[in-house]
């Protein structure tokens, strides 16, 4: 498994979580590591990706000023800070890997196994 995503469960609206992407180390310190969320029946979206030397972030507008994504080197994990939670969030949330213009394009070379986020109100 090159990609494990953890770090979800059931939390009240307003509510605070924190995923957790671990990767080995040439996928953290070489590729875009991204965050997408997906709701059944819906497609999958994009919530947040930094890049390999953790100098660049970007995040969807709905989440922007909400979450935190960041890397921790010594530990070869992306995390995913989710502050404010809302309903809406509610979500299988994946991390993924790639380079710049896979991850801009959502179209990821890597992706991990969900974990599954719930916001109740």
């Known amino acids: 498994v090159q990609l494990q995503a953890s770090g979800g469960g059931l939390v009240q609206a307003g509510g605070s979580l924190r995923l957790s992407c671990a990767a080995s180390?040439?996928?953290?310190?070489?590729?875009?590591i991204a965050w997408f969320r997906q709701v059944p029946g819906k497609e999958r979206e994009f919530v947040a990706r930094i890049n390999w030397n953790g100098g660049s972030a970007d995040y969807a507008d709905s989440v922007n000023g909400r979450f935190t994504i960041s890397r921790d080197y010594a530990r070869d994990t992306v995390n995913l800070q989710m502050n404010s939670l809302k309903p809406e969030d509610t979500a299988v949330y994946y991390c993924?890997?790639?380079?710049?213009?896979?991850?801009?394009?959502?179209?990821?070379?890597?992706w991990g196994q969900g974990t599954q986020v719930t916001v109740s109100s």
């Open positions: 180390r040439r996928f953290v310190s070489t590729y875009v």
């Open positions: 993924a890997a790639g380079s710049e213009l896979a991850i801009m394009r959502r179209n990821p070379d890597y």
